[in-house]
């Protein structure tokens, strides 16, 4: 039954990455998130400690990674290399790793495809009140999104794998 399985939430990005341990669709344990470094001078290699032990210690049933939605680009290749890491880090533990869309985020959110993402971060904001000072205002579309917007994407993302059927606002 996966609305109540402890799984652990990541969101690749360019240069960083999110992640959120969720022990159910109503209890966030741990979250946090990182810049991406290189080995040496090769770019790319994940060799991040901290999503590393989170991964150890929370012992997760299963990993869930939000699909990227950008293929084929140099972006998208570094991504790929870094979630053949995380594939590889979970299964040394015999966990399964899990792909999830944006689009199946958006309709676990009952939200149109056109939606902003702040409307989802709203959402897991009034569901996880320890989170509601990390809100990042609505921004324009000219501005750069705030780093603390990766959070509340893998929340969603966990939370999209959890209950696909649908998003509540409140602990059920």
Known sequence: MRNTERIMAIDLR?????????????VLLEWGSGE???NGKKRGEFKNTRLRSALRVSSPATVVV????????????????????IKRDASGYSIP???ISQDDI??????PKR?????????????????RAKLPVTRK????????MIIFD????????LRPDGVSETPE
């Open 14 to 26: 360019r240069s960083r990455f999110g992640y959120a341990v969720l022990d159910g669709p109503n």
């Open 36 to 38: 991406m470094w290189a």
């Open 115 to 131: 939606a902003s993402k702040y409307r989802i971060a709203s959402v897991v904001a009034r569901k996880f009140p320890e989170l």
């Open 97 to 99: 790793v899990a792909m």
């Open 66 to 85: 939000r699909r990227s939605q950008y293929r084929g680009s140099l972006d998208s290749l570094l991504k790929d290399r870094l979630l053949r890491q």
């Open 141 to 148: 579309a000219w501005e750069p999104e705030l780093h603390s």
């Open 106 to 111: 958006r309709r676990a959110f009952h939200l």
């Open 154 to 161: 893998t929340i969603a993302t966990g939370l999209a794998y």
